[in-house]
């Protein structure tokens, strides 16, 4: 079963608009991460916030952490044709960093 | 581009039958996981190994077995393939300790199991 789950399913968007992505999830946590997956391939980690941070800042990324509503937000500022791709939240399974479960994932859409 | 190869990279099965999955992890990486991932899903643990045993397991039947190799590399097996076994498999590498800079996982293309 998914712990997290994203919304939207699927953002469509114009080159150098922003784009967010929420994501929810049912149980404690000690982290929470973000992957982008290109056409259904590899995963690649994009940022981890930890349960005591409140939000966290990577290049044009901007990752926001609520525990008491037990929900987290990516932010793509000024958007790329190439950041089209699938974004995925995930938690520890257990409290086990490394053992992750995932959301169902954002379809997101960047229009040239 | 991460250091983590998989083979095949597509395999087309029939059902009943059985499979071997590939994983090469990255370079000083010592705990290996395998996701499986149907298509429009996130993907689902299935388990991971270090020190070349088995160190947590998702729900999943133990028709699905692995296997670490003192190099790190893994394997994942599943005996009497269903339909439903129609997914992409990926592998991801990591650390074990190290802090919090080891906790991110770093993932392989994936090999595309179709089962007919």
């Known amino acids: 079963s998914q712990q997290g789950e994203e919304d939207p399913q699927a953002l469509s968007i114009q080159e150098g608009e922003n784009a967010t992505m929420n994501c929810s999830y049912k149980?404690?946590?000690?982290?929470l991460q973000w992957y982008r997956q290109n056409s259904g391939r590899g995963l690649v980690h994009l940022i981890l916030i930890r349960s005591n941070e409140r939000e966290k800042h990577s290049g044009r990324l901007r990752v926001t952490l609520d525990t008491s509503k037990k929900s987290s937000s990516l932010l793509i500022t000024a958007s790329r044709a190439a950041d089209t791709a699938s974004y995925f939240c995930?938690?520890?399974?257990?409290?086990?960093?490394?053992?992750?479960?995932f959301g169902s994932g954002t379809q997101l859409t960047v229009l040239p | 581009e991460t250091g983590v190869t998989q083979s095949p990279t597509h395999l087309i099965k029939t059902r009943g039958q059985q499979v071997t999955l590939r994983c090469s992890s990255q370079s000083g990486h010592n705990t290996v996981s395998w996701y499986q991932q149907a298509l429009g899903q996130g993907p689902q643990f299935i388990f991971q190994y270090y020190r070349e045993e088995e160190n947590g397991r998702g729900n999943f039947p133990p028709r699905f077995s692995g296997l670490q190799f003192p190099n790190y590399s893994s394997e994942l097996n599943v005996n009497a393939l269903e339909l439903d076994d129609s997914a992409l498999y990926l592998c991801?590498?990591?650390?074990?300790?190290?802090?919090?800079?080891?906790?991110?996982?770093?993932f392989g293309s994936g090999t595309q199991l179709s089962v007919l």
């Open positions: 995930a938690t520890p399974i257990k409290g086990s960093a490394r053992q992750l479960t």
């Open positions: 991801a590498s990591s650390r074990a300790g190290g802090g919090p800079a080891n906790e991110k996982l770093f």
């Open positions: 149980t404690s946590i000690n982290n």
